[in-house]
């Protein structure tokens, strides 16, 4: 009786014609009473694992979200689903609230969107013993773990629904967790009994590049106005102050770019989160504290100008672009300083001696990634415990890169770093040491005599940018480290020994000498389930979405929540004829359909050219 009710819901409501991969394990799952533990990648449809329930269990699906300022957004699209959605959160006025309130208590509400610091209020747990309760959808899950990018104390009170609330079920979902991390969340949320969906990490159509940082700013630039002139991106840095800048610069540079970090006031970071969310074509420069649960499906590209932290981070930052499955990038610069920079950072963490080697562990997998001369997707993925093939859309795949036997190189490095220490008891850092290595003399040099050390002048076969490169990757494994003092110097490890006496080859890694292939070229698996309209379809194309950024604006909510760009295009090829065959189209619900149905018939009918 369920499945038929579910699927029902799904095509009524949602406008598709049947689920996708575990969609409708879960939902099933849910809707018999059971607790479920959901993996699965952004954009692939989580979000329907809790809505669909909510609708055919009696009751009101509460929803725990952590990023107040999108609960907006969420409301509003299912209300123009017909859906009777309300959120409870510190930005509304009390009447409103108590309206919202009234709402549930009355039987009014499908679902419920409620702040997990909201939630665990003494108020707000009274009002829930007082109505009907469907289901508890805990988002973002990952929030509960310690050991996470995104860690929120408020989760942890979490575990105490199952213990007021014995019947009812929880789906607890996210993008992002590794086996011990998904074991993680089960354990503080107490899902002891869920059923565990853990669906392919793979994004198909995101392609993922990492360049070496050579003028960041210059190439972040040069990406955005060659492969995305006009589009929509999210632009991460690991500081305040380098966001302000890069906003700054790309403004200067005529790209429409904001800032959002947390030094702002909420005012302004709401009215930026808000434009962005709302316009086409604007850059988002933010930390990493913009972008949890962006339900914005058409976001082009992510770049990175800081190397994240961990690989986790690294997958839910670049998971925010191309939500709409049309073809996207995920561009991260990376250099030498970044490595030296991190590795600092965790030294000077004030946590425990196990809490800095779990951040050391995490930075190790992210420049094992960065600095992998196999498939960028094959070592990201085999990170989550999944094993592909090669992707054929991947900066490596497209272009690889050479290996080469870098052990001579290494040990004229640790020897240079060797002696300095050895014999003058000085330690520097690594421009100082490419220096010497190539014989280049410096104030520095001059000052302190290093014009007489044996390795002086001995790499002058290699470049800089070939000794950055091999310092990178010494740093990166291990058999370079950065001292404790915070000065950014350089020391050798246990690891260097073995190096320094021939006992370990080093095979190194050589960038391309080719230029990169654009994000939007290049040969390779599918993408996406992306729709190439004819050239004579593309003006159809084109009034739909003009329309439909007219009626969003009269509605005051972002266009994809009319229409997703996937759905005009479809509507587009297939040219409907009728309201019957429109309601077959891919995201044309009912109450969508009732309400824009012959206007889009009319568009179809008559393009404008």
Known sequence: MSDARALGVLQRVFGYESFRGDQQAIVEQVIGGGD????????????????????????????????????????????????????????????????????????????????????????????????????????????????????????????????????????????????????????????????????????PNIRYRIVEKNEVRKQLLDMIRTEHEGESGVVYCLSRARVEETAEFLCNQGIDAMPYHAGLSPQIRAANQSRFLREDGVVMVATIAFGMGIDKPDVRFVAHIDLPKSVEGYYQETGRAGRDGLPATAWLAYGLQDVVQQRRMIDESPGDESYRRRLGQQLDAMLGLCETVECRRVRLLAYFGQQITACGNCDVCLDPPQAWDGTVAAQKVLSAVYRLWKERGQRYGAGHIIDILRGKVTDRTKQHGHESLSVFGVGADLSDTAWRGVLRQLLAQGLLTVDNEGFGTLALTEGSRAVLKGEHQLMLRRESEKKPRSGKTGSGRPKAAAIDLPAELQPVFEALRAWRGEVAKSHGVPAYVIFHDATLREIALAQPESMDELSHINGVGARKLEAYGEEILQRVARPVL
């Open 36 to 203: 479920a533990l959901v993996l699965m990648p952004t954009g692939g449809g989580k979000s329907l694992c809790y809505q669909i329930p909510s609708l055919v269990r009696e009751g009101t699906g509460i929803v725990v979200s952590p990023l107040i300022a999108l609960m907006q957004d969420q409301v509003d699209a299912l209300t123009e689903l017909g859906v009777r959605a309300a959120f409870l959160n510190s930005t509304q006025d009390w009447r409103v609230a108590r309206e919202v309130e009234q709402a549930f208590l009355d039987g009014e509400l499908d679902l419920l969107y409620v702040a997990p610091e909201r939630l665990l209020t003494d108020r707000c747990l009274q009002l829930l013993d007082r109505g009907r309760i469907a289901l508890f959808a805990i988002d973002e899950a990952h929030c509960v773990s310690q050991w996470g990018h995104d860690f929120r104390p408020e989760y942890l009170g979490l575990s105490m629904l199952h213990e007021r609330w014995p019947d009812v079920p929880r789906i607890a979902l996210t993008a992002t967790a590794t086996a011990v991390t998904r074991t993680e969340i089960a354990q503080r949320l107490s899902l002891d009994e869920a059923r565990h969906f853990v669906s392919s990490f793979d994004r």
